[in-house]
């Protein structure tokens, strides 16, 4: 992270040995060049890749002075907005209920989302344990995790808002859904559920990143069903291997 005037300029991050992730205020380039000579430094002469915006020229700039060229790549990204004074009311899915998870429910619901997002043939490496770490690690908060409840008891849809309180942002991530449930609209019920629990407390302005590319198209669909619109996409860059 890089500071003027005490204010955070810029941050690069390394998600890991070959991907960076990098944020860089317009008015302090220099700071973002920094950023990224720090993260080459450490990565070596193997090739990385990083995504911007495709609305961040000078993000852009940075990354050709530093040698990164564009890459057509999937999957991409679209960041979708919604204002939420326009939230459409909770759709009602008959045998389902709404409600956000309490502090004591780690296992239910990371028994939702492994179910939810489990490769066939896999698992999900989301135990009770790693939910328990996340519920304890700020920003997490409980009552703007939600779930779909069948009639059974069972937790089968969920979504989680991120609350950004000072700027009133509430970001949606993830969103899943039980296989045997799916194809009646819980995914998008139980977003608008989360949202407007995060409307209430404050949010203005809901934020969703599906992906827009063909490989991977439903949840955009979704997320576009329930009011969001998209704006700029993602796009990769990568630093091809400097080795002979």
Known sequence: MLTRDEDLVAWAWAESEDWMELCVDPAALDAGDAAIAWFL????SSAVRTMALDTEEHVFAALDRAGFLPEDEMPWFTHHYLDLENLLPVPEVAGYTFRHVDPDEAGPRSACHRAAWSQPGGTSKVTAAAYERLMRTPPYRHDLDWVAVDEAGELVASATIWLDETNGVALVEPVGCVPDHRGRGLAGAVSVAGLAAARDLGARLGMVCPRGDDGYPVP??????????????TVTFVRPSLEA
């Not at 430094?41 to 070596?44: L, S």
């Not at 069903?225 to 996409?233: A, K, N, S, V, Y």
């Open 220 to 233: 955009m669909r979704v997320y576009q069903g329930i009011g969001f619109t998209p704006g700029p996409r």
């Open 41 to 44: 430094e450490r990565a070596g």
